[in-house]
């Protein structure tokens, strides 16, 4: 069989990876040397730029997608249970993740694999935006890590105030909340039903 001569699609003509969700395929859109932010073109499947970033906050770790997933009924039912809240629809976005390395990889566009050990629930004003954490696989310092409560307080608080403020603009309401952080379990939970809300959106 003649193989493809064209790029794959970042987000639709690549696999979330052979052990799905225990260890996924994240594709890499930012890293903290960016000073603005990028952002996959649904479209083409190429990098483009969504703003500068607003302030001084930098994203803490290399951050971007997992390929095949989508946030949408089954990730918003999944928030309202967990939050009691009602009326939260999902992003109509991939599943977003945040992967923690301890090497200075200093570009985006890039595949990598991660191994999920926890999530933030975050909400931007009612749109499920969860934030997938993971590891790098066979990483030296963050590889052996299997859940979120190994990291430190603050690991975890350092996490918390980028996604906090990134989208904060002084003197206005601050549209983005976190209102659980959650484990590996729930992170599986998470990576399954934006799989199957994918599926349901592309099938």
């Excluded at 290399?62 to 390929?67: E, K, R, V």
């Excluded at 430190?152 to 906090?164: G, N």
């Excluded at 309401?173 to 349901?200: C, E, F, K, Q, W």
């Amino acid at each position: 069989m003649k193989k493809s001569e064209y790029k794959k699609h970042p987000w639709h003509g690549i696999s979330p990876g052979a052990h799905c969700p225990d260890v996924i395929n994240a594709f890499i859109e930012i890293v903290p040397t960016d000073t603005v932010k990028y952002e996959i073109d649904k479209e083409s499947g190429w990098l483009k730029v969504d703003r500068p970033q607003l302030f001084s906050v930098t994203v803490p770790a290399l951050y971007g997608f997992i390929p095949q997933t989508y946030c949408s009924d089954a990730v918003a039912t999944l928030s309202m249970q967990r939050t009691g809240l009602s009326n939260i629809r999902g992003d109509g976005d991939p599943l977003d993740v945040l992967v923690l390395t301890e090497k200075q990889i200093t570009t985006g566009g890039i595949l990598i694999r991660a191994i999920p050990i926890g999530g933030l629930l975050m909400l931007d004003k009612n749109e499920a935006d969860d934030k997938i954490i993971a590891v790098m696989q066979d990483d030296a310092v963050y590889g052996h890590l299997t859940d979120i409560s190994q990291l430190s307080d603050r690991q975890i608080d350092k996490l918390r105030h980028y996604f906090l403020t990134y989208k904060s603009i002084p003197g206005r309401d601050n549209p983005v909340t976190i209102a659980h952080v959650y484990g590996r379990l729930d992170a599986r939970d998470v990576i399954l039903r934006s799989i199957d809300d994918y599926h349901h959106q592309f099938a």
